[in-house]
């Protein structure tokens, strides 16, 4: 089936490729500074966490269940931290250990304990030689490049609408036991928008791994960031090993950067008693005090689930407009031509867009020429390479609904024109 610029004639090309450039001719002339590039909340949805900073005062008590917020110690979180952390997972607090804001700190840390120490009494992967972890693409590029740093073997593998590909996941963990770990962002993953299937968390829990220190690295970012009903229902990964019974198979993190306040916030692990008394020592050696108060303040204002919830419905009220803005205009300008797909997430950050194939890169430069700043095209996929070029990650949460849809008219004025450019390029090879 042709898109509409293939069933075009020459002269009807020609035409259209004209009148788009005359569009690109003018949004060049507005100098525009338009960001889509990074997941941040934006600053109504920080605001929504200002009285987290009122919580602690010179006045108020620092003691939580006993432990001094205000000195050295505790070093596994707040009592209080890890019940909210545990809540927000479903899993048992003991199972928890609660840190500082960043949760990529935590997986950077944990996979730094792999090389330095090793996993479960296995050789620590720096004497082990070849290292892989396995990449479901279009991922999250900073995971990515966290492994990449370590001079792990980053290896694609497809992400369906269901969760990664799972006979290719089997064949993969279960043959090779140089492959230590795959990345996974299991609800609204970054940045497809898609939760994985009962039936995919189920096959995770059932792997039979050729390395006995193979772990799948669950980040479970947007576990609370839901923007419709009914949201996405992710099973609980640590029920599905119990059921089939597995252990010593996962390390989930999480944080609350997208619930509060970015950077000032507490992030956790949750993982067996094994590896989690392992990660606890492991921590010990550069972590003996989180920032408490930082934990203190949030169970203060957070409290519990079912008022995570609540606040999360503010977020969703401010975010879900964009979204929709996203859906609509890429829905109204872009969908009779059929020369791009995209994604409708029920919750998360991101809206995953696949133009033509070879038109990623084109679209993504020429849209920062016209002062829209997207996510580098290939940046989804291990070492940057999309092997077809067509995926754009589209973060409409930071700017203003008008700044968004200004930024839009732009993307899809690019999208059109480059989609037409590369027929036109076609038919002159
Ligand atoms: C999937 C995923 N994990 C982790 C993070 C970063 O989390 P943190 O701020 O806790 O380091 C992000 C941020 O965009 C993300 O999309």
Known sequence: ?????????????????????????????????????????????VNLSRPLVDVLSSSVDFIDKGVDAANYGCPEGLPSARQLAAELLNVNPNNVLVEDSSSLHIMYDTIENAFTRGIGGSEPWYKQGTIKFLCPSPGYDRHFALTASFGIQNVAVELTKDGPNMDEVCRLVETDSSVKGIWCVPKYANPTGITYSDEVVRRFARLKPAAPDFRIYWDNAYCVHDLEEPADELLNIFDALEQAGTTNLVYEFASTSKITIPGAGMSWVAASDEDIAQLATAFSFHRVCPNKMVQLAHVRFLQDAQHVAEHMKKHAALVGPRFNLVFSKLEKSLSALD???????????????????????????????????????????????????????IAPTFPSMEELDQALDVFIVCVKYIAARLEKQHRQS
């Open 339 to 393: 020369i791009a797909r995209w994604t409708h997430p029920k919750g998360g950050y991101f809206v995953s867009f696949d133009g033509p194939e070879g038109s990623a890169k084109a679209i993504v430069a020429l849209a920062a020429q016209l002062g829209v700043k997207l996510t580098s095209a290939g940046a989804t996929w291990p070492y940057g390479k999309d092997p077809r070029d067509t995926n754009i990650r």
């Open 1 to 45: 089936m042709s898109n509409y610029y293939q069933s075009l004639t020459n002269e009807q090309l020609d035409q259209e490729l004209f009148q788009l450039e005359q569009q690109v001719s003018e949004f060049r002339s507005m100098n525009l500074a338009l960001d889509m590039a990074r997941g941040k909340p934006n600053s109504d949805q």
